[in-house]
């Protein structure tokens, strides 16, 4: 399975934007997807995750309300529209895929990455 995220950019505070990810490789259906960010100086943190049929989500509190994941198993492909963002947003953004089962929220539960889009929100 091969990730590719894009739709990063510059925004000002309270904007928005929609990340892609598109997937590559055998069977997106029985994928469960998600998305992490990384911040300058800072480890790793979960974002938000989607189940095979996107059915179920999870959301980390900081963006819950704010940010949305979804999926469309036709085009292979994860997205998540953030919005109202702040400038505590910017970050590395990673999607995540894995075959194991349920929301998950831990990077160790994935086994394929995404290059990374960077998002910057100014304020």
């Known amino acids: 399975v091969q990730l590719q995220a894009s739709g990063g950019g510059l925004v000002q505070a309270g904007g928005s934007l929609r990340l892609s990810c598109a997937a590559s490789?055998?069977?997106?259906?029985?994928?469960?997807m998600g998305w992490f960010r990384q911040a300058p100086g800072k480890e790793r943190e979960f974002v938000a995750a989607?189940?095979?049929?996107?059915?179920?989500?999870y959301y980390a509190d900081l963006v819950k309300g704010r940010f949305t994941i979804s999926r469309d198993n036709a085009k292979n492909s994860a997205y998540l529209q953030m919005n109202s963002l702040k400038p505590e947003d910017t970050a590395v953004y990673y999607c995540?895929?894995?075959?194991?089962?349920?929301?998950?929220?831990?990077?160790?539960?994935?086994?394929?990455w995404g290059q990374g889009t960077l998002v910057t929100v100014s304020s």
């Open positions: 490789g055998r069977a997106f259906s029985s994928l469960r």
């Open positions: 995540a895929a894995s075959y194991r089962l349920g929301l998950l929220r831990y990077d160790y539960d994935y086994d394929y």
């Open positions: 989607i189940n095979w049929s996107g059915g179920n989500t």
